[in-house]
C-alpha cells in the first residue's frame, strides 16, 4: 500500500504518489492527486491507498484499464464520487461507479478531453491550467529506467523505451484514426508544460510543438 503521507508535490495544488508491482512484469502505477478550491482533493487513477490524504471528493477512473483500486479508494472514502471511463461500469458491473465521465469537465481547476476513436481505452485526459500540468493514463509513457531485465524487454516491444511518446498499441486498436486525430488536436492546443502518466516519469516539456511530436505516430 502506497504511503500517501509522502505525497510528492509536481507543482502548486498537484502532488502524485507511484505504486511498484513485481508480477512477471516490474509495473509502475501512478497516481495524481489534486487540490482543488483550496481544500478538497480530486484523485486520478487510484493506486493502493492510506487514509492520509485529507477530504477526497473525486475518485476517477480515467480508462477502461485502470479501474483495479476504483472501489477500494471508494470504500476508504466513501463520501467521494467515483468516475469511470465510458463503457467501464459495463466491464466491471461489482464495481460502485457513481458518475460516467463526459465533457465539458465539471471541475473548473481541470479542463478534459474524451479520446475518440480508441474504444480499448476510451480514456479521458485532462489539463490543470493554473500549473500547465497535462494528466493522462496510458496516452504517454516516459520510461527512462528499469531493472527488470524482462520489462525492459516488455517496453521495447511497446516502442516506449526510454521515449517520450505513444505505445504501439494505440496504432493497432485505434478504430477511427481522424476522430482521435481531432481530440488529439485538443489536447496541443492546451498550454502544457509539465505531463503526468500513469506509467513513467512526469516530464516537463517546452510547449505544444514537444507534445505534438510526441503524439506523432497516432496520425501516421
Request: aromatic fraction near 10%.
Amino acid at each position: 500500500m502506497a504511503d500517501t503521507s509522502a505525497l510528492r508535490m509536481l507543482a502548486p495544488d498537484v502532488w502524485d504518489v507511484e505504486r511498484h508491482e513485481h508480477s512477471g512484469l516490474h509495473i509502475r502505477m501512478r497516481m495524481t492527486v489534486v487540490r482543488r478550491a483550496g481544500r478538497v482533493l480530486w484523485l486520478h487513477s487510484p493506486i493502493a491507498i492510506d487514509d492520509a490524504l485529507g477530504e477526497v471528493r473525486d475518485i476517477v477512473a480515467p480508462n477502461r484499464g485502470h479501474h483495479r483500486f476504483a472501489a477500494a479508494a471508494k470504500q476508504r472514502f466513501p463520501q467521494a464520487r467515483l468516475w469511470a471511463a465510458p463503457g467501464l461500469p459495463r466491464k466491471r458491473k461489482n464495481i460502485p461507479f457513481d458518475v460516467v465521465l463526459s465533457e465539458p469537465s465539471v471541475w473548473r481547476e481541470l479542463e478534459s478531453v474524451f479520446l475518440s476513436g480508441a474504444p480499448l481505452w476510451n480514456e479521458h485526459v485532462f489539463f490543470h491550467a493554473a500549473s500547465r500540468t497535462l494528466i493522462c493514463t496510458d496516452l504517454l509513457f516516459n520510461i527512462r529506467d528499469e531493472p527488470s531485465a524482462v520489462t525492459r524487454v516488455f517496453y521495447r516491444w511497446l516502442g516506449v523505451w526510454q521515449r517520450f511518446g505513444t505505445n504501439r498499441i494505440w496504432l493497432w486498436k485505434t478504430k477511427d484514426r481522424a476522430a482521435l486525430g481531432a481530440s488529439l488536436d485538443r489536447i496541443v492546443a492546451w498550454d502544457v508544460r509539465r505531463v503526468v502518466m500513469a506509467h513513467g516519469d512526469p516530464i516537463d516539456i517546452t510547449g505544444s510543438a514537444e507534445l505534438a511530436s510526441a503524439l506523432l505516430a497516432l496520425r501516421a
